[in-house]
């Protein structure tokens, strides 16, 4: 038996959800994949698969064995393609989905840089904050803030967010520096929607606790209420990659650090065990070279 080609027999009937279909996907008659699986399952001594005439279920040794394939298959095809990628120039059409604001921010500005350094790639660039399926939408590759929870899906780190609290200098000097989260109360803080409106959360001894604030000030926007931090109307709490430029150069400060909650990893996501073409690769590592920045701030 082709231990190789029986676990893309597997891949594909799970994936296209009978064998009669996988059949067809890989080009293979109906027969000759029952009697791929049955040896597969013969040489594992397990039971795959729970077959009846209308539907097919992962057993939970298949479950295991398909993540195992999935990686194996992955790998092989990502060492072809690095080797096929040295005589292949990028081309073709990219499709990129991000958060909006973050998609904003960093995505697009490092996508115009990849595009001129790549002019033979046309791309689409997807701006939306739900989970889009890569698969369903055709979607090449996507940057997501939160834990990968989709095992059919390759993750590559670029790095970590947090919940920040910041003002202006001026804000500083006019209503004081707080130490402790709670000294907010009677403080002038800008409530939007990424912030939290009237509570803000924050850590203090491995535990987490909300600390209601208010304000003058309510907007819908992230971007507007940083405006408006910069601009010395109050404390206001952002992602740190929101006001990373304005902490950078000083024109807000870093408050509250010691209270900040666990950072949020972001990865750049792409769909597993799939032949990847020059564009998707080359952009990957393009990525994650355009976000290093993102790597300083640590995982805790």
């Not at 064995?65 to 194996?72: E, G, H, S």
């Not at 790998?75 to 081309?91: F, M, N, T, V, Y």
């Amino acid at each position: 038996m082709d231990k190789l080609r029986a676990m893309q027999t597997f891949v594909a009937i799970v994936d296209q959800g009978s064998l009669s279909a996988a059949a067809r996907v890989l080009d293979s008659s109906l027969p000759a994949v029952v009697r791929t699986l049955a040896a597969l399952e013969t040489s594992l001594d397990v039971r795959l698969l729970n077959r009846t005439t209308r539907r097919i279920a992962l057993t939970e040794e298949g479950r295991t064995y398909l993540d195992t394939c999935r990686q194996i298959l992955g790998e092989l095809q990502e060492a072809e393609a690095r080797l096929a990628a040295r005589h292949e120039a990028p081309s073709g059409t990219l499709v990129v989905t991000a958060p909006v604001l973050f998609g904003q921010l960093h995505v697009a500005p490092a996508l115009y840089r990849f595009l001129r350094a790549y002019p033979a790639v046309k791309c689409r660039l997807l701006l939306n904050d739900r989970v889009v399926n890569l698969w369903e939408e055709g979607i090449d590759v996507g940057i997501r803030i939160s834990p990968l929870d989709d095992s059919t899906l390759v993750a590559q780190s670029l790095g970590a967010i947090r919940r920040v609290v910041v003002a202006s200098p001026a804000c500083l000097a006019e209503q004081g520096e707080v130490t402790h989260p709670r000294e907010l109360a009677g403080k002038n803080c800008i409530r939007s929607h990424g912030g939290g409106f009237g509570q803000w959360r924050f850590w203090e001894g491995g535990r987490e606790f909300v600390v209601p604030v208010d304000g003058n000030l309510e907007v819908s926007h992230g971007l507007t209420a940083v405006d408006a931090c910069l601009d010395g109307m109050g404390y206001g709490c952002f992602l740190s990659y929101q006001v990373a430029a304005p902490m950078a150069d000083g024109r807000l400060v870093r408050v509250l650090k010691n209270y900040e909650g666990p950072a949020r990893p972001v990865n750049i996501v792409y769909p597993h065990a799939r032949l990847l073409p020059s564009r998707t690769r080359v952009f990957v590592e393009w990525m994650k070279r355009e976000l290093r920045e993102l790597r300083d701030v640590p995982m805790r």
